[in-house]
């Protein structure tokens, strides 16, 4: 599945740049590749455990930092009639 992730630490002031990139060190260290955009970070994984780990750990960390509160804003591609991953569908969209 490939996994859309956007995490906002809030009531750490206005550059959350260092949070962010904590996360994304979680979601790279645990599952190899991410694609980074200014929004969000997509990625995938096989499982709904998988990704409730990489949360977990994102959630931790967030914790470990001192960040008080976050919004996770997911979204979740799943199909099941062949297997895709994030080369095959920017491929399909590629002049």
């Known amino acids: 599945?490939?996994?859309?992730?956007?995490?906002?630490p809030s009531g750490v002031?206005?550059?959350?740049?260092?949070?962010?990139?904590?996360?994304?060190?979680?979601?790279?260290?645990?599952?190899?590749?991410?694609?980074?955009?200014p929004m969000c970070t997509v990625f995938e994984v096989s499982t709904f455990r998988q990704l409730s780990e990489i949360l977990e750990k994102i959630d931790k960390k967030m914790e470990e930092m001192g960040v008080p509160r976050e919004i996770f804003h997911?979204?979740?591609d799943i199909r099941?009639?062949?297997?895709?991953?994030?080369?095959?569908?920017l491929s399909?969209?590629?002049?």
């Open 1 to 8: 599945m490939i996994v859309e992730l956007a995490v906002l």
């Open 13 to 37: 002031g206005a550059s959350v740049s260092r949070y962010v990139k904590e996360a994304v060190k979680i979601i790279k260290e645990s599952t190899g590749k991410v694609h980074n955009s």
């Open 74 to 76: 997911i979204n979740i």
């Open 80 to 89: 099941r009639d062949k297997k895709i991953n994030m080369e095959y569908k």
């Open 92 to 95: 399909r969209i590629k002049e």
